[in-house]
């Protein structure tokens, strides 16, 4: 499967972004889908995570309750849903796709190429 995030840009702090993680082919709706960031000078971190049925929704502690993951199977789209953004969430944010692993796992097997998020204060 190939994945195309979308959604990145500026935005003051306190507002929001809906980012957009678009999947290819009709195995799409068959993969969990995690989202994952990576700050300048950081490593990349786990922010959330969504099993292909829409379940078992999974948030980093940052994330909960500001951050919302959602899909849609029809559209092949998983949706990643920013509010009250803080100067600290800037950073390239990644989805991910695997046939079995969900959560806080490194070991998605496929990567999309990040979309850019910048929260200014």
């Known amino acids: 499967v190939q994945l195309q995030a979308s959604g990145g840009g500026l935005v003051q702090a306190g507002g929001s972004l809906r980012l957009s993680c678009a999947g290819s082919?009709?195995?799409?709706?068959?993969?969990?889908i995690g989202w994952f960031r990576q700050a300048p000078g950081k490593e990349r971190e786990f922010v959330a995570s969504i099993r292909w049925n829409g379940g078992s929704l999974s948030y980093t502690d940052f994330a909960r309750g500001r951050f919302t993951i959602s899909r849609d199977n029809v559209k092949n789209t998983v949706y990643l849903q920013m509010n009250s953004l803080k100067p600290e969430d800037t950073a390239v944010y990644y989805c991910?796709?695997?046939?079995?692993?969900?959560?806080?796992?490194?070991?998605?097997?496929?990567w999309g190429q990040g979309t850019l998020v910048t929260v200014s204060s």
């Open positions: 082919g009709r195995t799409f709706k068959t993969y969990n």
């Open positions: 991910a796709a695997d046939e079995y692993v969900s959560g806080n796992y490194p070991s998605y097997r496929y």
